[in-house]
Each structure stands twice: as structure tokens, then as C-alpha cells.
């Protein structure tokens, strides 16, 4: 999870204020130092190559109210989050649903966006909902049809709009808009439905 990015200036030293925390750091050819809370609570900082380590330590000292409201917010999430286990041989037919079901829901949108995919495939990713290649295959993960109908058609909609646009500039999300004019609600709550279930196959 991003959440400051800021540009390289001179701060104030809060060296010998507050104890130091544990972290991870990431150098890298970028230009801004930026902070990330990871999923389990562990702190990453990415920071331009030749950045100070004293200068660092200053800018998480600067945002430890922040790194601590973000901690405790993820760790509520991880407390009403739903895991659910299920067998290889379930996800073997949830895949199989999975297929019928979106490749029904594939050409539904591709007759109203007139856009038609190669290929309409299902794996079993984690992190995400559905892609699309340059030869025009698009792929969703199973865990997809566990979703609210509304955030189904969302990634649909969203994925056959790369047929015509392989990117995320702003006539893809015009693309998207014209067959899904709330389709930024949508995405949002989709963002909430990742971090309230999770599938882990056993
Ligand atoms: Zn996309």
C-alpha cells in the first residue's frame, strides 16, 4: 500500500526523539523516497540511491503517526476479513463454472462494446481479478465469481475495454465509462471485496 510520496527536501532531525522501527530498505534510480506498509504489518522504504540513511530514519520518524494508523487499520481489515478453505478438487469446479459463466458474460459485453476477445481463459491468480494480452486473450481468476454480480461486470467491461486500448490512459477509462457509466464506484468496492475474502486452496 502507497501512501506518501514526497519530494526530496531538508527536514528537521528527530534523531534521538524516537526510537527507531524496523524496516526494510529498498534503494533504487528513483527520486522520491516513499513509504509502504506491507500486509503483514512490516515497514518498506524506498529511497534513490545516494539518499542518507540518517535522512531516512528522519522521514519515518516524521510519519510514525501515519505507519501506526495504517498498521492498526489493516490489522482490523484482517480481523473481518472471511478465508475461506477450499479443496483442489473444488477449485477444479469453480474453475469449470468460472469459464461458462464469464465466457456468457464475455460475449453479453463484447455484442454491446463491440469488442471480441481471442481467447476467454480462467487461472487461479491471487491478486488479480482478470488481464489481457496483446493477442487479444483475456484471463480471470476463478475467485472472480465470488464477487457481487455488479463487480463481475466491472472487470468484464474492464478487461474487453483493453481490446481496444492496452493501457489504463484516460480513453481507456472512456472506453469503460461508455458501457459502465458508475464504473468508478464499482471499482471501489471491488478494491473493498479483495481485502473482505480471501480463498486459500488446500
Ligand atoms: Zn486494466
Same mark, same amino acid.
Given at each position: 500500500?502507497?501512501? /506518501?510520496?514526497?519530494?526530496?527536501?531538508?527536514?528537521? $532531525?528527530? $534523531?534521538?526523539? &524516537?526510537?527507531?522501527? @524496523?524496516?526494510?530498505?529498498?534503494? +533504487?534510480?528513483?527520486?522520491?523516497?516513499?513509504?509502504?506498509?506491507?500486509?503483514?504489518?512490516?515497514?518498506?522504504?524506498?529511497?534513490?540511491?545516494?539518499?542518507?540513511?540518517?535522512?531516512?530514519? @528522519?522521514? *519515518?520518524? %516524521?510519519?510514525?503517526?501515519?505507519?501506526?494508523?495504517?498498521? +492498526?487499520?489493516?490489522?482490523?481489515?484482517?480481523?473481518?476479513?472471511?478465508?475461506?478453505?477450499?479443496?483442489?478438487? @473444488?477449485?477444479?469446479?469453480?474453475?469449470? %463454472?468460472?469459464?461458462?459463466?464469464?465466457?456468457?458474460?464475455?460475449?453479453?459485453?463484447?455484442?454491446?462494446?463491440?469488442?471480441?476477445?481471442?481467447?476467454?481463459?480462467?487461472? $487461479?491468480?491471487?491478486?488479480?481479478?482478470? +488481464?489481457?494480452?496483446?493477442?487479444?486473450?483475456?484471463?480471470?481468476?476463478?475467485?472472480?465469481?465470488?464477487?457481487?454480480?455488479?463487480?463481475? @461486470?466491472? &472487470?468484464?467491461?474492464?478487461?474487453?475495454?483493453?481490446?481496444?486500448?492496452?493501457?489504463? $490512459?484516460?480513453?481507456?477509462?472512456? &472506453?469503460?465509462?461508455?458501457?459502465?457509466?458508475?464504473?468508478?464506484?464499482?471499482?471501489? /468496492?471491488? /478494491?473493498?471485496?479483495?481485502?473482505?475474502?480471501?480463498? *486459500? &486452496?488446500?
Amino acid at each position: 500500500m502507497l501512501v /506518501r510520496k514526497i519530494p526530496l527536501r531538508r527536514m528537521p $532531525s528527530l $534523531s534521538n526523539m &524516537v526510537k527507531m522501527m @524496523d524496516y526494510n530498505l529498498v534503494r +533504487s534510480k528513483r527520486k522520491t523516497l516513499a513509504l509502504y506498509v506491507r500486509q503483514d504489518g512490516s515497514l518498506e522504504v524506498r529511497a534513490p540511491l545516494k539518499t542518507s540513511k540518517g535522512y531516512i530514519e @528522519d522521514f *519515518i520518524k %516524521q510519519k510514525q503517526d501515519w505507519i501506526t494508523a495504517t498498521r +492498526s487499520k489493516l490489522s482490523d481489515r484482517q480481523e473481518t476479513k472471511k478465508t475461506v478453505q477450499i479443496s483442489a478438487a @473444488d477449485a477444479a469446479r469453480y474453475k469449470k %463454472q468460472a469459464k461458462e459463466y464469464l465466457q456468457l458474460k464475455c460475449r453479453y459485453y463484447s455484442e454491446l462494446m463491440g469488442l471480441r476477445p481471442s481467447a476467454v481463459r480462467i487461472n $487461479s491468480a491471487k491478486t488479480r481479478w482478470g +488481464s489481457c494480452n496483446g493477442k487479444g486473450e483475456i484471463n480471470f481468476t476463478f475467485r472472480l465469481i465470488f464477487a457481487p454480480e455488479e463487480l463481475i @461486470d466491472y &472487470v468484464v467491461v474492464h478487461e474487453l475495454a483493453h481490446l481496444k486500448e492496452m493501457n489504463h $490512459s484516460s480513453s481507456f477509462w472512456a &472506453v469503460v465509462e461508455q458501457t459502465m457509466p458508475d464504473y468508478r464506484e464499482r471499482r471501489k /468496492r471491488l /478494491r473493498e471485496h479483495q481485502h473482505q475474502f480471501e480463498f *486459500i &486452496v488446500t
